[in-house]
């Protein structure tokens, strides 16, 4: 149950599209589509961006868009807002019921 | 809508045990599984216990195997978390997750967390 790698932090001016990794092992990531991504901004819970690799929740912009080649997965922000500006991370399921999170990605809006 | 609210949380020393607890509203609770996931300060999103709809099967984190126990009570809506044996790297915000419908795989709502802290 090892957490899954994203790049610590990201970064993109207002307008521009910014894509974090997600890269894991063919026992989580690679294994399964079952890929969902979370914004948490600070002080707050996390809410559902992307769920089964690319599908988006009714409610979620079109802008965030999701996707997977391998063991690694992609969460693409395109046209960034300010309020884009948050945590973000990658969640897979891992096998026998269990799941792993990635160790966070720090999106800054410049 | 749906809520989810933690509680429970508090200060305990290390080797001592406390209950969380997770009301739910707003969706049939005994219809969907339920989750765990915890947030150390500062760090990032730590999955640490399933339980399937009817309570029939529970799943951990290996990091908490042997200390934790996750139930439901479905007659109350209630979620619930039994830490025993707690060490200073429990210290985190507690967060109950409901599992999303269709492929199942993911946690479409979650509460505000609860926070534990493990200290002398």
């Known amino acids: 149950q090892s957490a899954l790698t994203q790049p610590a932090s990201v970064s993109g001016s207002p307008g521009q599209s910014i894509t974090i990794s997600c890269t894991g092992t063919s026992s989580d990531v690679g294994g399964y589509n079952y890929v969902s991504w979370y914004q948490q901004h600070p002080g707050k819970a996390p809410k559902l961006m992307i769920y089964d690799v690319s599908k988006r929740p009714s409610g979620v912009s079109n802008r965030f868009s999701g996707s997977k080649s391998g063991n690694t997965a992609s969460l693409t922000i395109s046209g960034l807002q300010a309020e884009d500006e948050a945590d973000y991370y990658c969640c897979s399921y891992a096998g026998s019921s269990t799941w792993v999170f990635g160790g966070g990605t720090k999106l800054t809006v410049l | 809508q749906v809520q989810l609210v933690e509680s429970g949380g508090g200060v305990v020393q290390p080797g001592g045990s406390l209950r969380l607890s997770c009301a739910a509203s707003?969706?049939?609770?005994?219809?969907?599984?339920m989750h765990w996931v915890r947030q150390a300060p500062g760090k990032g999103l730590e999955w640490v216990a399933f339980i399937r709809y009817d309570g029939s099967n529970k799943y951990y984190a290996d990091s908490v195997k042997g200390r934790f126990t996750i139930s439901r009570d479905n007659s109350k809506n209630t979620l619930y978390l039994q830490m025993n044996s707690l060490r200073a790297e429990d210290t985190a915000v507690y967060y109950c997750a409901k599992r999303g419908p269709g492929t199942l795989y993911y946690f479409d709502y979650w509460g505000q967390g609860t926070l534990v802290t493990v200290s002398s």
């Open positions: 707003g969706f049939t609770f005994s219809s969907y599984g």
